[in-house]
């Protein structure tokens, strides 16, 4: 079994910063794909960063410029920098990894959510 969890979010106030990690934990071979999701209440999960084995990533429009993920692929660790917050940031964000274990293959796992919210 493998664990994703999330720490860093909070309240900011808007154009503040906040820095999400998330450590990923237990029978782990190696991490493919990361990536942050988020879900705004009453609405769908939608993809915000994602960030491959060796560094490449790619954003939603919304967040370009403004977010940044990284990965420590030593500690099964990725981070997601969010600058310049505003108010229609405020969501719950999840870590998801394409992670490759010893027996079980590759399986997409997800983190329980850290809160972000961004206030006007």
């Known amino acids: 079994q493998v664990q994703l969890v999330e720490s860093g979010g909070g309240l900011v106030q808007a154009g503040g910063s906040l820095r999400l990690s998330c450590v990923a934990s237990?029978?782990?071979?190696?991490?493919?794909?990361m990536g942050w999701y988020r879900q705004c209440p009453g609405k769908q999960r939608e993809l915000v960063a994602i960030i491959t084995r060796g560094g490449s990533t790619s954003y939603t429009d919304s967040v370009k410029g403004r977010f940044t993920i990284s990965r420590d692929n030593a500690k099964n660790t990725v981070y997601l920098q969010m600058n310049s917050l505003k108010p229609e940031d405020t969501a719950v964000y999840y870590c998801n990894g394409h992670i490759v274990q010893t027996i079980a293959g590759a399986v997409d796992y997800w983190g329980k959510g850290t809160l972000v919210t961004v206030s006007s």
């Open positions: 237990g029978d782990i071979f190696s991490i493919n794909n």
